[in-house]
């Protein structure tokens, strides 16, 4: 079964708009990662945030992460038509066991 | 440059043939790993491999073989593929696993019929 969730599945918004999309997980992590996948290619780290952080910029992505709720989300601000893709967090377990779990993702589509 | 590399891109075959799947890094990685990627199932583990010599079992390890003889090249080995292996497949490697971003290859799109 798989460790992140994303939510929501799939996201269209306008260009210009902020474009936010969360990721929950089941057990305790030691760190958290964001990857972005363009159609069919490989994927691409955004950024990786640590169970004991709690944001984290980069540019124009900001990421948070709650893990009492277990739960961590990824913001796009002021969207481009070139942020179109597919957006995976990906999270290592903090039991001793350092795999890195893929969630299913989030489709964003920005309007032009 | 840093860089994932796998060979073919892409690859039609028919069933019961073997097949390989190369890839190769110039990061002096020690961790490397194959995924494959199923619409609405995201990324799954295949094999990994800690270090030369290393290598254990992903999530979704059956009908697949894998070594690790040098450190830069990890192949995958479809000794009898079938339909059901028909997926996009991606070689990763990273510094070490978990807390390290993970560089990942262009892909090679297999179909099996």
């Known amino acids: 079964s798989q460790q992140g969730e994303e939510d929501p599945q799939a996201l269209s918004i306008q260009e210009g708009e902020n474009a936010t999309m969360n990721c929950s997980y089941k057990?305790?992590?030691?760190?958290l990662q964001w990857y972005r996948q363009n159609s069919g290619r490989g994927l691409v780290h955004l950024i990786l945030?640590?169970?004991?952080?709690r944001e984290k910029h980069s540019g124009r992505l900001r990421v948070t992460l709650d893990t009492s709720k277990k739960s961590s989300s990824l913001l796009i601000t002021a969207s481009r038509a070139a942020d179109t893709a597919s957006y995976f967090c990906?999270?290592?377990?903090?039991?001793?066991?350092?795999?890195?779990?893929f969630g299913t993702g989030t489709r964003l589509t920005i309007i032009p | 440059e840093a860089q994932v590399t796998q060979n073919p891109r892409y690859l039609i075959t028919v069933t019961g043939k073997k097949l390989t799947v190369t890839c190769s890094q110039n990061?002096?990685?020690?961790?490397m790993s194959w995924y494959r990627q199923d619409p609405g199932l995201g990324l799954r583990q295949i094999y990994y491999?800690?270090?030369?010599?290393?290598?254990d079992k992903g999530d979704v390890p059956e009908g697949y073989k894998v070594s690790r003889k040098e450190k830069r090249n990890f192949p995958l080995i479809l000794e009898s593929p079938s339909p059901n292996q028909t997926s996009l497949y991606f070689c990763?490697?990273?510094?070490?696993?978990?807390?390290?971003?993970?560089?990942f290859g262009p892909g090679t799109r297999l179909t099996v019929t």
């Open positions: 990763a490697s990273s510094l070490r696993e978990g807390v390290y971003e993970q560089y």
């Open positions: 057990t305790s992590i030691n760190n």
């Open positions: 945030i640590r169970s004991n952080e």
């Open positions: 990906a999270t290592d377990l903090n039991f001793g066991n350092e795999k890195l779990t």
């Open positions: 990061m002096n990685h020690e961790y």
């Open positions: 491999s800690m270090n030369v010599e290393v290598t």
